[in-house]
Each structure stands twice: as C-alpha cells, then as structure tokens.
C-alpha cells in the first residue's frame, strides 16, 4: 500500500503513471489514499524504493497482511469498508507530524535522566523555601 500524505507533492494520478512509467510487472490499483501494488516481492521493494524518492518525507509504505481481491477481506464480498480501512484512515491522521519531523529531525536522547537522591532533593526544596 502507497500512503500520500497530508502535503505530498505528488497526486495520486501522478503516482499511478509513474508506477505504469516504471514497466515493472506489478498490478496497481488507484485507491483514495494512494495506490495498492501487488506483485513479486523483488518488483514491489523496486516499485516502492523508486516511489519514496518522488517525496520521502510525504509517501508512505505499508505492507497489507491480504492480497487485494482475498475473501477474507474483499469488501466486494463482505460489504462496507475493508477492516483495515478504518486503521488506515487514524494513521493518515498523524502523517502530517510524521512527516515534520522527517524533514525537521531532532536529537533524542533514549537515556532516562538519573534519580537524585532524597538528601539531595530535600537540599533542593529547602533553598527553594529559603528564597521565599
């Protein structure tokens, strides 16, 4: 699945021709979100490394657990919405914050902050009433 996110600079248009323009042996399907693509695991991973690169910071992947067409999933079958869908669209919620801080990356730091102990705490509370 090609997610484009909120902002992304390429349509969903654009991204069906650029993948047909690719003349890999995949099948794609336009979708309201971007595109579903099925194929050979090789020209899928080929299709989507050459996707990203139209936007990286605006074009997402996410692999679906069915192929399209599946009845276990198939809505053409069930009726309504795919299951998934309803994940699909609370995900696309947070692609714009995904996307920031993709192109404004920051340092984290994954330590946790080391605990001071009581006797100095209780220092730390008592100049703090001191200056009141």
């Known amino acids: 699945m090609v997610v484009l996110g909120p902002g992304c600079r390429v349509s969903s248009k654009e991204l069906m021709n650029f993948l047909h323009l690719l003349e ?3 099948n794609i399907r336009l979708t309201c ?7 050979v695991r090789e020209d ?3 299709a989507i490394e050459k996707t990203r690169k139209l936007d990286p910071s605006h074009i997402f992947i996410k692999f679906r657990g069915f192929p ?4 276990r999933r198939c809505r ?9 869908f309803h994940q699909i669209e609370a995900e696309y919620k947070l692609l714009e914050d995904v996307s920031y801080a993709l192109e404004h990356p920051k ?10 102990s009581v006797d ?9 009433e001191s200056k009141k």
């Not at 053409?76 to 998934?84: L, V």
């Not at 730091?109 to 605990?115: F, G, I, T, V, Y």
């Not at 100095?120 to 703090?128: A, G, H, R």
């Open 107 to 116: 340092h984290v730091d994954l330590e946790l902050p080391k605990k001071i």
């Open 33 to 39: 979100y971007g595109a579903n693509i099925n194929g």
């Open 76 to 84: 053409a079958k069930r009726g309504g919405a795919r299951e998934g």
């Open 44 to 46: 899928i991973m080929e």
């Open 24 to 26: 890999l042996p995949i």
């Open 68 to 71: 399209p067409g599946d009845p």
């Open 120 to 128: 100095d705490f209780k220092s730390i509370v008592d100049e703090v």
